[in-house]
């Protein structure tokens, strides 16, 4: 009698290891879900500090945003509200962003690459959680934080609800541009985090901050400054 031998054949399971997806808003920076980034008793102060560079077409000035934590650590350039940032993966892919600070008096001991004394900067302070305001608002160039949308200027209205213009100078005059979409939605203040709720249903938060001088604020990682135009009235 003869038996039929089974040939057994071998199978190589391949296993894959999926990674944690890491959640990032415009700007690149990992972001948590709502409130689960920087707690405010960690956050020491938002600063805004003014800078010089010169280009092929000459100089150039413009005002840098940082964040300050109680541990001694800086963040240049926040765009996300800092209870919103992951840390931990921020370091990771934005190393060059993340330095050291402390203070001398009246001055800061900022170290990124190298070691450096700031004599002139200006302070911010947050805004009350659920705080209304009326207020036009324009930054220089476009705010380009948004995923959604792209505009210039912001009015707000005491009735927790928002526009969002674009403008441009022409001439002297401003005049609107061709992206202007009279964006429309509501907000929501908390510490240093402003929600904005557009009526398409889309949300973005963003670091929000006041000037401690002037009427200005910070909106993620821009500031704008107080502006009318007879198309806003």
């Keep these: 009698m003869k038996f ?10 391949q296993i894959s290891f999926s990674q944690d997806v890491i959640l990032k808003n415009k700007k690149g920076e990992p972001i948590t879900s709502p409130e689960k980034g920087i707690p405010l008793s960690n956050v020491e102060e938002v600063i805004l500090r003014p ?20 541990n001694g650590t800086i963040y240049s350039r926040p ?24 203070k001398k008096g009246n001055q800061l001991i900022v170290n990124f690459k190298s070691v450096q004394t700031w004599k002139k900067f200006y302070k911010t302070s947050k805004y009350n959680t659920n705080e209304r305001f009326n207020g036009i608002f324009k930054t220089v160039g476009a705010f380009s934080d948004s995923k959604f949308h792209t505009f210039n200027t912001i009015i707000f209205k005491s009735n927790g609800t928002f ?10 005059n401003y005049k609107p541009h061709s992206k202007d979409k ?15 709720t557009y009526n398409s249903g889309d949300i973005e938060r963003f670091l929000i901050a006041k000037h401690m001088k002037g009427n200005g604020l910070i909106m993620g990682s821009k500031s704008f400054y107080p502006f009318t135009h007879s198309l806003l009235k």
């Design 4 to 13: 039929a031998i089974p040939i057994l054949a071998c199978f190589i399971l």
């Design 182 to 196: 009279k964006i429309q939605g509501s907000y929501k203040i908390k510490d240093y985090t402003i929600e904005l």
């Design 51 to 70: 800078t010089v560079t010169g280009t092929a077409y000459g100089v150039t000035s413009k005002v840098v945003v940082y964040l300050l934590l109680k």
């Design 79 to 102: 765009s996300a509200s800092p209870h919103d940032l992951d840390v931990l993966n921020s370091k990771k892919i934005q190393p060059k962003k993340w330095g050291k600070w402390s």
């Design 163 to 172: 526009t969002c213009r674009y403008f441009y100078k022409n001439k002297g």
